[in-house]
């Protein structure tokens, strides 16, 4: 169970910042909002893709035995018969009579036995109107084609693995990949939670970064029997973490108690992160081991086999699958919440909000700014600018104190401000600041690209 953190609750702060500064809006807010679904603002999309990006570059590009794969997101219903998401993907509900509020059969708030004369509901606090608890499946339901009929279900996919598992032997005899090999893929998936909230931490409509590694499930293969590979891959997940910067005093493992697991897992660890305040520890990623689960059901839903035939061996086998599987948004509140700080500044009244993101997924690289409106400074930082822009992004600014400009970068987490001062027209330099220490040094402008590329990248 999640406890309480040592570490502070900055939510509502944070949630102030990512609107105001342009990296989280909710959805259709003019209409008063849909619940629990968020839009990524032109900052925070910058900051959900360098995420996402780092994660295909680990996952896909930086290994040779990881395939990626884009699957649709409306799949054959059966697809989710086979899963056992029509059958177990569910939450124990009850419903008051009264105020017809819907809860979730483990809120604590509900005092009693839901079903019985004393159960109060916690909204209205009448006694005796809440029904027993019913299963409710978390899938959300559409029509596909022209007739609305129980035929034409479809379900928004409730994870991206099964598009994974279906084109299994798509993937593997076309890239002629050997076991063991995975694959990946990043996409939107869908779950009509009950109790959504904590702001993007658990919302109705999200990105899973996901892959499915297939392993021999009798002997070992790339010289790792199936669970030496389920330890590798929680390991090698943490690590992906730490390389985001989360502090590791932050990130625990869990493992899943049998009543704890998946319908589909033999055996489960979450990675958590600790969010501060009440929400505390709780799972970003989970690495499961899915034994055979998913690839038999599909063989036998489908008729179709699913198996791996093993040349040298001559033999056939389906393969067990370790999964590990990273909710893009959750994450990014991780990385937020972890760079969130606020600062007093050696030798300033004001303070100010920072937040320390790492370099390679701050959205604006650089700020650039000319000290003052004139003697040429603005076409330089303009020109600069410019010339740095088609590197990597940058924001041009030149209203207002320095000291406010910078302020407005910190709090976006630019690692490095660019200013252009009287220096700059007689010696070509420029002061580069560093977000996190404060140091200025100078740097010549046509060297800035070079020396913000170098900090990137050994960042
Ligand atoms: N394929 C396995 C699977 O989907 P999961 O533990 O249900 O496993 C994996 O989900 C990750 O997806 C979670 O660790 C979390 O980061 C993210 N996730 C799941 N439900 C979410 C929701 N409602 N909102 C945001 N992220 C969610």
Redesign the pocket.
């Known amino acids: 169970m999640p406890s309480a953190s040592a570490y502070p609750d900055v939510m509502e702060k944070l949630v102030s910042l990512c609107k105001r500064r342009g990296f989280i809006f909710q959805s259709s807010e003019i209409y008063g909002g849909t619940g629990?679904v968020w839009d990524y603002g032109p900052l925070g999309v910058e900051l959900k893709k360098n995420l996402k990006d780092r994660w295909w570059h680990a996952m896909v590009r930086a290994r040779d035995d990881i395939e990626g794969l884009d699957a649709a997101i409306l799949m054959h219903p059966r697809v989710w018969e086979a899963s056992g998401h029509v059958a177990g993907f569910t939450d124990p509900l009850v419903d008051c009579t009264n105020c017809k509020k819907r809860f979730r059969a483990d809120e604590p708030r509900i005092k009693g036995e839901p079903g019985t004369p004393e159960a109060q509901c916690p909204a209205c606090g009448m006694k005796g109107t809440l029904t027993a608890a019913r299963l409710f499946n978390l899938m959300f339901k559409t029509f596909m084609g022209p007739v609305e009929d129980s035929a034409a279900v479809v379900y928004l996919r409730?994870?991206?693995?099964q598009g994974i598992y279906v084109n299994f032997l798509n993937v593997q005899q076309s890239t002629r990949q050997k076991v063991p090999f995975g694959i990946a893929q990043i996409g939107k998936?869908f779950?009509n939670?009950i109790t959504?909230g904590n702001f993007?931490?658990?919302?109705?409509e999200?990105?899973?970064m996901?892959m499915q590694f297939f392993v021999d499930p009798e002997q070992p293969s790339g010289g790792r029997s199936h669970l030496e590979w389920f330890e590798y891959w929680r390991d090698q997940r943490r690590q992906w973490h730490l390389g985001l910067g989360l502090d590791p005093a932050r990130l625990e493992f869990h493992e899943h108690t049998p009543e704890e697991r998946?319908h589909?897992a033999r055996a489960?660890f979450?990675?958590q992160f600790d969010f501060g305040g009440t929400l505390g520890f709780q799972?970003?990623?989970?690495v499961?081991h899915r034994g055979d689960f998913d690839l038999g059901r599909h063989q036998e839903y489908s008729g179709k086999k699913l198996e791996y035939f093993d040349q040298p061996a001559n033999r056939r086998y389906v393969p067990y699958v370790v999964?590990t599987?990273?909710?893009?948004?959750?994450?990014t509140l991780a990385v937020l919440v972890n760079a969130y700080r606020e600062e007093q500044v050696e030798g300033e009244d004001e303070g100010r909000t920072l937040l320390a993101l790492h370099p390679s997924l701050a959205p604006i690289k650089a700020g650039i700014f000319p000290l003052v409106k004139k003697d040429g400074m603005p076409e330089f930082a303009t020109k600069l600018a410019a010339e740095l822009r088609a590197a990597f992004p940058v924001f041009y600014d030149e209203s207002g104190a320095i000291g406010r400009r910078y302020r407005r970068q910190d709090e976006v987490g630019t690692p490095f401000c660019l200013t252009v001062d009287g220096q700059t027209a007689q010696d070509g330099t420029v002061t580069v600041r560093d977000r996190d220490t404060l140091k200025q040094e100078r740097v010549a402008a046509d060297r800035v690209r070079a020396y913000i590329l170098e900090r990137l990248s050994t960042a």
């Open positions: 629990s409730p994870e991206t693995a998936a779950r939670e959504p993007i931490f658990r919302t109705r999200f990105e899973q996901e998946a589909y489960a979450d990675i799972e970003i990623e989970g499961h999964e599987s990273v909710g893009a948004d959750r994450t």
